[in-house]
C-alpha cells in the first residue's frame, strides 16, 4: 500500500479493528488531551509500507494526556488497571505529560502536543485518538513525511544539544529497528 497523506495513514487505522478498540478504550476514560502515541502509529505504518502480513509486536501502547491539575504518578497507575480491565493482555503506559517534562528534565510542557513535538524521533512523534463524533485523527507535530518516507531523524529538539543527540543515538542502538524494518534509512548525525 502507499501512503501519502495524513488521510491515508488515518484510513489503515480506520482499518484496523484491534487499533480502534484500543483509541475506544482509551476514549472512554475521558481524559484531557490524550492520544494514543509514538510506536502505535509508527509501527503500523512502517509495517504496512514493508508489506508486513502480520504487526510487529510493540513493547508498549502509550497513552499521554495532560492534566496539569493532577500529576501524582499513582493516578497513571490506576488509569493502566482501568485499560487492562478494558483490554487485558495489553502492555498499557499512561503517562501524564504535565508531570513528564520533570522525568525528561526538559522545561514544562505546555500540551500533549507540545510533549509529542519534543519524542526523539520525527518519525515516533505522532499521535491518533477518537474525536467526539468517533473519528480518527492524527496529529503530526513535525508532519509525516519522514515516516511515511521511512526516515529516521531527530526532532528538532534532540537537534539541540549534544546530551540530547546522544539519548537520540543510544535509542536507534537499543531499538533495533532497522533489524525489524529493513528499509528504513537511519540519520545518526
Not at 9 to 16: A, V
Request: hydrophobic residues 40%; proline residues 6%; aromatic residues 10%.
Amino acid at each position: 500500500m502507499i501512503i501519502r497523506s495524513e488521510l491515508d495513514i488515518i484510513r489503515l487505522i480506520e482499518k484496523d479493528q484491534w487499533m480502534i478498540e484500543i483509541l475506544q478504550a482509551v476514549k472512554s476514560l475521558e481524559l484531557s488531551d490524550n492520544w494514543v502515541c509514538a510506536g502505535f502509529v509508527r509501527s503500523k505504518v512502517w509495517d504496512t509500507l514493508h508489506g508486513f502480513e502480520e504487526r510487529t509486536p510493540i513493547p508498549d501502547i502509550d497513552v499521554i494526556y495532560f492534566d496539569k491539575d493532577n500529576i501524582d504518578e499513582m493516578k497513571e497507575k490506576i488509569l493502566e488497571e482501568k485499560l487492562r480491565e478494558l483490554i487485558p493482555n495489553i502492555p498499557w503506559s499512561v503517562k501524564n505529560q504535565a508531570r513528564m517534562h520533570v522525568v525528561n528534565n526538559f522545561p514544562p510542557y505546555s500540551s500533549s502536543f507540545d510533549a509529542i513535538s519534543k519524542f526523539p524521533e520525527t518519525a515516533t512523534a505522532l499521535g491518533v485518538k477518537l474525536n467526539e463524533e468517533g473519528k480518527v485523527i492524527l496529529i503530526a507535530p513535525h508532519g509525516i513525511a519522514d515516516v511515511i518516507n521511512l526516515e529516521l531523524k531527530p526532532t528538532p529538539y534532540f537537534v539541540g544539544t549534544q546530551d540530547l543527540i546522544e539519548i537520540y543515538r543510544n535509542r536507534m542502538f537499543k531499538k533495533r529497528w532497522k533489524s525489524i524494518w529493513p528499509m528504513i534509512k537511519m540519520n545518526s548525525l
